[in-house]
């Protein structure tokens, strides 16, 4: 690896080796499906408890308001169990990848593990929480307002979708990438300032990774499936650049 060049086609095909490690490893496995296995725990309660307690107390409430038929009751009843669906999805959504946090932690020591690169030492759960926290908070602050100013400007200024659109999906693939960086960095300790200037040196190949993981996270049901990946190929990466600077040999141009 050292003296290698690594640029955007090189982190945009990082998922596929990534993906190929954790097969190899049945250690892996059952790690690969918390995050899904997670998320159907969530969203089966919302839906089992809106079943039972939501859709029963709409039914009484259109029964003594007395102005609603059976039909159009049991339809108002179904229509508040699907919402709730739809909020438990997207809540689910949120709270799986941080509830399978550990599995994914681990997933992290297996890559390192596999790729013999130098032994860390334990930060602890606030230590990691806080890391962790400022770095989410960094990106958020640096990301929401531009993507928020972009959707004004195409609201008022329609043609303008032309270029905000594209600046859009770059800030979407950056930001992606800074989440799933986000696992072996903070086990790692290192804070929200070190991180921005790792992506800032090596924009090209953090951009390509960003952009494969932002056309699989937008297929249906991928994203919690493909996260596990997307965690391991962002510690191969990490350490891929790594590599030359940890050996003694200069960074390839692109990415110093």
């Given at each position: 690896m050292p003296g290698k060049a690594i640029g955007f086609w090189r982190g945009f095909a990082a998922p596929f080796g990534a993906a190929r490690q954790l097969m190899s490893l049945p250690r892996a496995w059952p790690l690969m499906l918390v995050p899904a296995f997670v998320f159907g725990l969530l969203e089966g309660a919302v839906v089992l408890a809106s079943w039972h307690f939501l859709k029963p107390w709409v039914s009484g409430l259109g029964a003594s308001?007395?102005?609603?038929?059976?039909?159009?009751l049991s339809a108002v009843s179904w229509l508040a169990v699907a919402f709730a669906a739809l909020v438990g999805w997207l809540v689910a959504g949120f709270l799986a990848?941080?509830?399978?946090?550990?599995?994914?932690?681990?997933?992290?020591?297996?890559?390192?593990?596999?790729?013999?690169?130098?032994?860390?030492?334990?930060?602890g759960f606030f230590a990691e929480f806080w890391c962790g926290f400022r770095s989410l908070v960094m990106c958020s602050a640096l990301t929401l307002p531009l993507l928020l100013a972009l959707t004004?400007?195409?609201?008022?200024?329609?043609?303008?979708?032309?270029?905000?659109?594209?600046?859009?999906?770059?800030?979407?693939?950056?930001?992606?990438?800074?989440g799933l960086f986000d696992y072996p960095l903070?086990?790692?300790?290192?804070?929200?300032?070190?991180?921005?200037?790792?992506?800032?040196?090596?924009?090209?190949?953090?951009?390509g990774f960003g952009a494969a993981f932002s056309i699989v996270f937008m297929l249906p049901c991928c994203g919690l499936v493909m996260l596990p990946v997307g965690v391991a190929a962002a510690t191969r990466l990490y350490w891929e650049i790594r590599a030359p600077e940890l050996s003694g040999a200069p960074l390839p141009r692109q990415l110093s």
């Amino acid at each position: 690896m050292p003296g290698k060049a690594i640029g955007f086609w090189r982190g945009f095909a990082a998922p596929f080796g990534a993906a190929r490690q954790l097969m190899s490893l049945p250690r892996a496995w059952p790690l690969m499906l918390v995050p899904a296995f997670v998320f159907g725990l969530l969203e089966g309660a919302v839906v089992l408890a809106s079943w039972h307690f939501l859709k029963p107390w709409v039914s009484g409430l259109g029964a003594s308001d007395g102005g609603i038929g059976h039909v159009g009751l049991s339809a108002v009843s179904w229509l508040a169990v699907a919402f709730a669906a739809l909020v438990g999805w997207l809540v689910a959504g949120f709270l799986a990848p941080v509830v399978s946090a550990p599995a994914l932690e681990r997933i992290v020591t297996l890559t390192e593990t596999e790729l013999a690169v130098p032994a860390r030492g334990r930060l602890g759960f606030f230590a990691e929480f806080w890391c962790g926290f400022r770095s989410l908070v960094m990106c958020s602050a640096l990301t929401l307002p531009l993507l928020l100013a972009l959707t004004l400007l195409e609201m008022l200024l329609p043609p303008a979708a032309v270029f905000t659109t594209p600046l859009k999906l770059l800030l979407a693939a950056l930001g992606l990438a800074w989440g799933l960086f986000d696992y072996p960095l903070t086990l790692r300790g290192i804070g929200a300032r070190e991180r921005f200037a790792f992506m800032r040196r090596h924009f090209s190949v953090v951009l390509g990774f960003g952009a494969a993981f932002s056309i699989v996270f937008m297929l249906p049901c991928c994203g919690l499936v493909m996260l596990p990946v997307g965690v391991a190929a962002a510690t191969r990466l990490y350490w891929e650049i790594r590599a030359p600077e940890l050996s003694g040999a200069p960074l390839p141009r692109q990415l110093s």
